[in-house]
């Protein structure tokens, strides 16, 4: 019993991610910690998010990075989430957001709050409303319309709500729920129960409250199980198992309820799975062992993606290559203008960086150095997908290197215009932009001029405007327009 309830606090802490899906060219990214530091790596390389804390949750949509998770300060331990590696919310002090789910424009995030000792599911910064009872919420599936998130209830039991209500309450004793997937209609949950015969606990799968699978059980300890994926009938689970022999924890997949050992655990603190996902076929699993090594498994087989002191790997997301990713360079690029990549010169100056301390690499090799980097008229070389535009910056100021390790990649469309440059009072055509979305046009000092929803895939501008140079914006694209 003393186990389950020790992974109650840390299942909190970490959350779990679950996907599904198919693609060929893919990037993995994956959450946690790096020796300490909140951090996600894409593809095995990091970005810090903050210096003390941890990402317990990723998601990737729309080409945006999502994180939750918890920064620690002097005050104490405080739920965040990230946005493109840029804070978007932070709730009181004493919390932790353990799960971020996103569907369409809306970020659902679970939160625990550790001096109440509730959870919540917020929805874009505010509190849903029901969730009445929950003690703990350490998992999120949306369904089309419906909200599911699995937990502990405030009464000790596992179960689930549907859109703030309790769904299913699935034990009567003592358990909780760890993961929750929706798969054709049926819902799978992965968690724990006791009862009188298994006073240590045993951990299960149900599908739609009826026991589908009840994990082996290891004797004086049990089976954890901490996420979840259904993929063509074939039910995954990950999580540690117990090995009463040898007294020790080892990382564990489960495959319709048959278990695989991923690697020994046989270190000072054992190895430990915090997250999986199948995609295309391939079963991703996220984890640590002995405490020092954050590991992605693909397969079976392991990539240590940080190795030291409190580092560990506690959620995993796969996402197709081509995804659009938005043009954030974090806090220092904010800019692309007629394909050139633009520093925020303001905050650079005031960090004491020099126009030699930036430096530019295309598919990791230099190609210039400045606090902008134009391709000229190079624009299918610019917006190629696989190619992979990086910058950075060194400055002995602080002896310190820092790396963007972002990714632009081919837009859903290239914004194009003729005739360019254009005549006052004509019309100027503009072709790329995907209907519905917005178009804008602002002059040179930033002020709009134009802003309409595009009824097709052309828009067609009359330029009742002066003469000068203008930027058309849609799509997260911009593209320079010179009116005579």
């Not at 300490?36 to 804390?53: L, M, S």
């Amino acid at each position: 019993m003393y186990k389950f309830k020790t992974f109650l606090a840390t299942l909190a802490l970490i959350g779990l991610s679950i996907i599904s899906a198919s693609a060929q060219t893919v990037d993995v990214y994956v959450g946690g910690r790096d020796n300490g530091k909140a951090t996600v790596w894409k593809n095995g390389t990091p970005q810090y998010y903050a210096q003390v804390g941890d990402i317990s949750s990723i998601v990737v949509a729309d080409g945006n990075i999502y994180a939750a998770g918890t920064e620690y300060v002097q005050e104490g331990a405080i739920g965040k989430v990230w946005k493109n590696g840029q804070e978007q919310y932070s709730f009181n002090s004493g919390t932790s957001a353990s799960f971020i789910a996103v569907a369409g424009n809306d970020v659902y995030v679970a939160v625990q709050d550790w001096v109440l000792g509730k959870a919540k599911i917020w929805k874009n910064g505010n509190v849903e409303s029901g969730y009445t009872g929950a003690k703990y919420l350490f998992s999120i599936f949306i369904d089309g319309s419906d909200i599911y998130a699995a937990g502990q209830t405030t009464d000790n039991n596992a179960a689930v709500w549907k859109n703030g209500n309790v769904l299913y309450a699935l034990t009567s004793i003592e358990g909780g729920a760890n993961a929750v997937f929706v798969d054709n209609g049926n819902v799978y949950v992965a968690g724990w129960e006791c009862d009188s015969g298994n006073p240590n606990g045993v951990s299960k799968i149900w599908k739609n409250n009826v026991t589908l699978y009840t994990l082996e059980t290891g004797g004086k300890f049990n089976n954890i199980v901490l996420a979840l994926n259904v993929s063509n009938g074939v039910v995954y689970a990950a999580g540690t198992h117990y090995v009463v022999e040898a007294d020790y924890a080892c990382a564990a997949l489960w495959t319709n309820g048959v278990l695989t050992e991923l690697i020994d655990g046989k270190g000072k603190y054992g190895s430990y799975a915090y997250s999986m996902c199948v995609y295309d076929g391939n079963i991703y699993v996220a984890g640590t062992y002995d405490d020092q090594k954050a590991l992605l498994w693909k397969n079976g087989t392991a990539t240590a993606l940080a190795t030291g002191n409190n580092s560990v790997a506690e959620s995993v997301f796969v996402a197709e290559k081509n995804s659009i990713e938005k043009l954030d360079f974090d806090t220092y690029a904010v800019t692309k203008w007629n394909n050139t990549f633009l520093l925020n010169l303001k905050k650079l100056a005031q960090e004491g960086y020099n126009a030699t301390d930036c430096k530019w690499y295309k598919d990791g090799i230099k190609i210039g150095e400045g606090f902008s980097y134009s391709a000229g008229n190079n624009t299918t070389d610019l917006l190629e997908t696989d190619v992979i535009y990086t910058f950075e910056l060194n400055t002995s100021n602080n002896g310190t290197l820092f790396s963007s390790n972002k990714v632009l990649y081919k837009p859903l469309s290239v914004l194009r215009s003729y005739p360019n440059p254009a005549s006052q009072g004509g019309r100027l055509t503009i072709e790329g932009i995907v209907k519905g979305n917005l178009v804008e046009m602002y002059d040179i000092n930033g002020a709009c001029i134009y802003r309409a929803a595009a009824a097709g895939n052309n828009v067609e501008l009359t330029l009742n405007v002066q003469a000068g140079a203008y930027i058309v914006r849609s799509n997260n694209e911009e593209i320079k327009v010179i009116i005579k």
